[in-house]
């Protein structure tokens, strides 16, 4: 682990104001090496804030870093990460990762701005610079009943969890993976397989999450920008930052994910969701399907009051609400 690594680490850990003598001596450390370490960081847009007499502390500025997200992570969950100031998508670089290599535990890629991240049907996906968070996990599938669609929906769940347990806001759920809050859509899921060819089986599962966090409403792009919402005013309002968020958001999808497929979180998700009850429009690949949500099942599904069901599709208009 580099020397300042090391540092960062010891200052986030510690909460509070730590002399330059004490880090030196916990980490076996010269002064003079404590002081570069430091003066790295700071160069790297770390904030560590330095007293005469008193020591450094570390104020988290919302800079993405594994030791800040590791702070607030279960203690029990074995993750890999991987973080970049610029990527060209996260899901990309999972499917990379999985293509190269074997993993044996999950990998989290998070990235600061993204070049061409990607949502549902190869739509762009805005990735402004120190504002959004950009994460895609990387899971090891052994089940060859994977069910993508309740997967995401279970991703849905986690980010409405976080989102209500950190920024203290009612969030709605359209269909299938939209979290929406004012009624505007904050996140986008992605959930998409890596085959293994010799094998015809999926070998690895990535689930992409993209939340507008503390992006300036102002820069969506004018084909959205009259539907996506973001969290900024709640952000500023609680102080989390990007690093808390992405460790809670980690804690509560791991806690859900492996026992999935037993559905236990659909009342929730139903309770949450902004399309129960509705007429709709659903779009599948340009077939177009009208009717009443009679309910969603526990696969994820909707139920149209007809008694047609529906497990893939975009719900592109909403009526009654």
Same mark, same amino acid.
């Given at each position: ?45 770390? &904030? ?13 500025? +919302? ?43 999950? $990998? ?29 996990? $990387?899971?090891? +599938? ?37 979290? $929406? ?62 690093? &808390? ?9 791991? +806690? ?66």
């Amino acid at each position: 682990m580099k020397t300042s690594t090391q540092v960062l680490k010891l200052l986030i850990d510690a909460d509070t104001y730590l002399s330059g003598q004490e880090i030196a001596q916990k980490l076996n450390l010269s002064r003079t090496a404590v002081w570069k370490a430091i003066n790295t960081l700071k160069e790297a847009g770390y &904030q560590i804030e330095g007293k005469p007499r008193v020591g450094y502390r570390f104020n988290d500025n +919302n800079k993405l870093s594994e030791a800040g997200i590791r702070k607030y992570l279960a203690s029990d969950l074995d993750l890999d990460f991987e973080i970049y100031d610029t990527i060209d998508s996260t899901n990309t670089r999972c499917s990379q990762v999985a293509s190269a290599q074997t993993i044996t535990k999950p $990998l989290v890629v998070i990235a600061d701005t993204q070049s061409k991240g990607h949502g549902r049907y190869g739509r762009n996906f805005s990735s402004p610079k120190g504002s959004g968070i950009y994460l895609s996990i $990387l899971l090891v +599938n052994t089940d060859p009943d994977f069910n993508p669609g309740l997967l995401t929906t279970a991703a849905a769940i986690a980010v409405t969890r976080t989102v209500e347990k950190l920024l203290h806001v009612d969030c709605k759920i359209k269909w299938v993976n939209d979290v $929406l809050v004012d009624n505007k859509k904050i996140t986008g899921i992605l959930t998409e397989g890596v085959a293994d060819l010799e094998n015809q089986l999926l070998k690895n599962i990535i689930v992409g999450t993209g939340i507008n966090y503390l992006t300036d409403p102002h820069t969506f792009p004018d084909d959205i920008k009259d539907r996506a919402g973001s969290l900024i005013e709640y952000v500023q309002k609680t102080g989390i930052s990007r690093n &808390q968020f992405i460790a809670q958001y980690l804690n509560e999808f791991f +806690n859900l994910y492996p026992d999935y497929k037993k559905a236990g979180f659909m009342d929730e998700y139903r309770k949450h969701s902004n399309t129960i009850g509705k007429d709709v429009v659903i779009n599948r690949s340009g077939q177009i399907t009208t009717g009443h949500v009679a309910t969603i099942d526990n696969e994820g599904r909707i139920v149209l009051s007809s008694g047609q069901i529906i497990s893939s599709g975009e719900v592109t208009k909403i009526r009654g609400i």
